[in-house]
């Protein structure tokens, strides 16, 4: 029983029994008995006491009271979307064959369903979507060998690169333990002691840090991953999605007049310009690199503080992305939807890149907790082909996946009584070779400050501008070691970029004007107005 966007709904067939008290709108309860009375719970007396049987009552209750699950502990606020991906079956002008033998991308023309939902970062289920924080932008392709989720962000880097850092930056992040209010402070006091961190803020602060919608916003895996062809070879790619409405970004000021009025413009947009047929669309593209270690480059290529030099190392079309139709229901779709970076079909495989492994890890073990064991058997997560496993039972076990002629005693393997058998290997297996002591240490070629003020130097004038005021207003209220040590590392990135930042925070202490506010707010006044097009 499936609705026209293809969801499972529980919508009982014309011939389903009915009792004589109901006709096809008769509201029941989830044990299917009619209801007769949805305005008055049972009492002796109509002043009452209620009395303890009131099933409908405590059923009725009892189930809003378990209407939310856990957020997720990042990317709580999203909206989301369904589409296709269509291949254009090459890379660039070569055969996409030559790199991958994924089966999506190798036909030109093919179609690829898929569910997309984009996010901001830190704050809650329903916070406003114009704060400044990086935008998730993660992607479920429901393939025919299975699922394949690209869970990426609208930035192209990301602030640490090591996943032992992950929860001290989503906490310093996040509201401050005992105030419940976001600290400035906190961020820097965090982002000092992690100068891999100054390429991503130099992105963040600026006006890439508050893209003006979803629609109008790039995407990026962020991580190196590999790509295998059928000969078993390896080369290291980065994806990317360019949206064919242009990018657009806004200045500090811009953001708050729109929150002032309205703080869901985000996923309203997106809505919205599904349901009039104007349907967003996003060229897919990827960088590719030999698989070694690139000791010619300033820096590792699996280090995912760093940007892949374009004219090195070109961006290759490789498809397109349409979003045609919205979740009919956002719970069901959108909440429960699970994406996770391990979720890999073939000829798709992981780098060493050492944030991708810790990441993959993460995902599935968080979702087993916020939604549950069997989130795979959700309509919105379960792939779209034949799932037949030995996995049984756990909570919320709505089916059996069996195989077609699986004898239903044996959920084990191997078995010579009808179970399920291995699948044959097509394609050679890649099997790079792995050798080194075991230690815990930073990368060699960590040039935490090289393409920070590369990007710095690479911006508009009006976008520095921006940069440099909300840097300053978040940064004038914090302790004086934080600044100091701020203000050096900027000086590193780009002698202009540190000058200006040293001048803000002068100035801004001669007129006294720092009062700890949410990132990038206070005094954006001064700010430039206008909100610029670009791509
Ligand atoms: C969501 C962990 C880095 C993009 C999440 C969630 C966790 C997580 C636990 C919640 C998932 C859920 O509840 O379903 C981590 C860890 C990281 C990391 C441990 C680093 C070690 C990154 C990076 C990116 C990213 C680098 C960008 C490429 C996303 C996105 C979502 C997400 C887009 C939201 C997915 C959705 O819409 O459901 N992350 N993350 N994360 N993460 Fe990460």
Redesign the pocket.
Known sequence: NEDKLGNSINRPEADTPKSDQESTDTLTNRQGHPVTDNQNVRTVGNRGPVTLENYDFLEKISHFDRERIPE????GR?AGAHGYFEAYGTVGDEPVSKYTRAKLFQEKGKKTPVFV?F?TVIHGTHSPETLRDPR???VKFYTEDGNWDL???NLKI?FIRD?LK?PDLIHAFKPDPVTNIQDGERIFDFISNSPEAMHMITFLFSPWGIPANYRQMQGS???TYRWVNEAGEAVLVKYHWEPKQGIKNLTQTDAEQIQAKNFNHATQDLYESIENGDYPEWEFLVQIMSDDEHPELDFDPLD?TKLWPEDKFPWLPVGRMVLDRNPQDYFTEVEQ???GTGVLVDGLDFSDDK?LQ??TF??SD??RY?VGPNYLQLPINAPKKRVATNQRGGQMQYKVDLGENQNPHVNYEPSTLDGLKEAKQTGKPHTPYVEGNLVREPIDRTNNFGQAGDTYRHMEEWEREELITNLVNTLAPCDERIKSKMVEMFYKCDEDYGKRVEEGLRNASANNTSTREPIGAEGAEDAPQQAEEKG
């Open positions: 997720r502990v990042v990317h999203g939902r996010s998730g932008f993660a869970v990426g962000n990301f996943p992950f895996g962020v991580n995912d939807a699970a994406f944030m810790g990441r993460s995902y968080t979702q916020r």
